[in-house]
């Protein structure tokens, strides 16, 4: 079975600055997708980012992007230059490549200060 | 293009009593995902349906709770006999193929 773990419930970071948030999967797939969701205080769940596993070129979205290392199976997510409106529960899921459930790692709560 | 529509946002139910949430996946989604949120943890998935179909039903409750996904109309999480434990955020999310999902804003869903 697939696992998603975020090792960091808190992170906080200065506006305009860059954070990292951690991600890592066990999975015995060769071929999935990997995706960031973020979830305001408003609750709505939003896509970040995505990566296909058989791409090897990291994804990035603006200032979000990823850094994929499939041998090492981890997923991290680095916002660069951070705003407010960033402050946010960040999610990594994990998804078979025949489509189907999100597995959900626990969130990483993340707060951008002034 | 209108994104995932679930309705009520906010439900009350006392104990014992029925509620149905209901989804409309986006324009051109024919698959559609249940999952459920307890306060302060992540989501969980409950069922993955396509048109008259349930595909996955691994996360469901074997009890009480229920998911349908008709020919016409919107897809409707259901939960008879509601317990305090059910007190949750329920979100929908539609896919088109096998393909990245897009979440509704949730239906909150308080027993009393």
């Known amino acids: 079975a697939q696992t998603v773990t975020q090792s960091q419930p808190e992170m906080s970071v200065q506006e305009a600055e860059t954070v990292t948030l951690s991600c890592t999967y066990d999975t015995s797939e060769n071929n999935y997708y990997l995706f960031w969701y973020k979830q305001p205080p408003s609750r709505q769940m939003i896509l970040v980012i995505r990566?296909?596993?058989?791409?090897?070129q990291n994804a990035t979205e603006n200032r979000f992007s990823v850094n994929f290392q499939k041998a090492a199976k981890s997923f991290s997510l680095k916002i660069s230059d951070s705003q407010l409106g960033d402050t946010a529960m960040y999610f990594c899921a994990f998804m078979r490549n025949q489509g189907g459930k999100l597995i959900f790692g626990q969130g990483t709560e993340l707060s951008v200060k002034p | 293009n209108a994104g995932v529509m679930q309705n009520p946002r906010h439900l009350v139910r006392r104990r014992g009593q029925e509620a149905r949430l209901r989804c409309s996946p986006m324009?051109?989604?024919?698959?559609v995902y249940w999952y459920r949120q307890l306060p302060e943890e992540g989501l969980k998935f409950m069922v993955y349906l396509q048109k008259e179909n349930i595909i996955d039903e691994s996360g469901m409750p074997k009890e009480r709770f229920s998911a349908e996904f008709p020919k016409e109309g919107p897809s409707i999480l259901r939960i008879q006999q509601v317990v305090r434990g059910d007190s949750a955020a329920y979100f929908c999310?539609?896919?088109?193929?096998?393909?990245?999902?897009?979440f509704g804003p949730g239906t909150r869903l308080t027993v009393l």
């Open positions: 324009k051109g989604h024919s698959h």
């Open positions: 990566q296909e596993a058989y791409k090897q």
């Open positions: 999310a539609s896919s088109q193929l096998t393909d990245t999902q897009y």
